[in-house]
């Protein structure tokens, strides 16, 4: 399988503040949703530094037979090997990420927050108007991609 971009990110080892300090530092923006995400008890930051390697295709590159849900997503990038990243992992690959071309949204993959649909879903990355994001948003469960929907996703098989 081929994919879009290829990262060895090491993260962790920092608290929330040290991330929102690092976000303005690099004038990193975010929308309220992304704020909701990031000051939620379902982000959690781990002590330790970890590495993970994550990979970014788009759908059409799971040979997903036309548009597809998230779970739908999600089961064929198991099929592959990869799975969904820890939800602070957007954040540290935000941080990593910063020459980004204008474009398409990155979604980055991760479990729902657990606090209903109404609640942002995730995060994605996005440069617009030469300016790096940091974003939520919200999906309902059946939201469905587009084939040319770009995605985050950690590779099992690195």
């Not at 990193?28 to 992304?34: E, G, H, Q, R, V």
């Not at 037979?65 to 992992?89: D, N």
């Not at 606090?115 to 995730?122: L, S």
Request: net charge negative.
């Amino acid at each position: 399988m081929k994919f879009e971009k290829n990262w060895f990110l090491d993260w962790g080892g920092v608290d929330k503040n040290d991330l929102l300090y690092a976000l303005a530092k690099q004038k990193i923006a975010m929308n309220a949703f992304a704020t909701m995400l990031f000051m939620d008890d379902g982000l959690q930051t781990p002590g330790e530094r970890l590495a993970v390697n994550l990979v970014a295709l788009p759908l059409h590159a799971l040979e997903l037979q036309g548009p597809a849900t998230y779970a739908a997503i999600t089961k064929a990038a198991e099929g592959f090997g990869l799975s969904v990243c820890p939800l602070v992992v957007a954040v540290h690959l935000r941080l990593h990420y910063l020459d980004q071309h204008e474009g398409p949204m990155l979604t980055v993959s991760s479990a729902r927050p657990g606090r209903g649909e109404h609640f942002p879903r995730g995060f994605y990355l996005q440069n617009r108007d030469n300016h790096l994001w940091l974003r939520g948003y919200r999906a309902t469960d059946d939201w469905i991609w587009d084939q040319d929907s770009q995605f985050v996703f950690v590779n099992e098989r690195a």
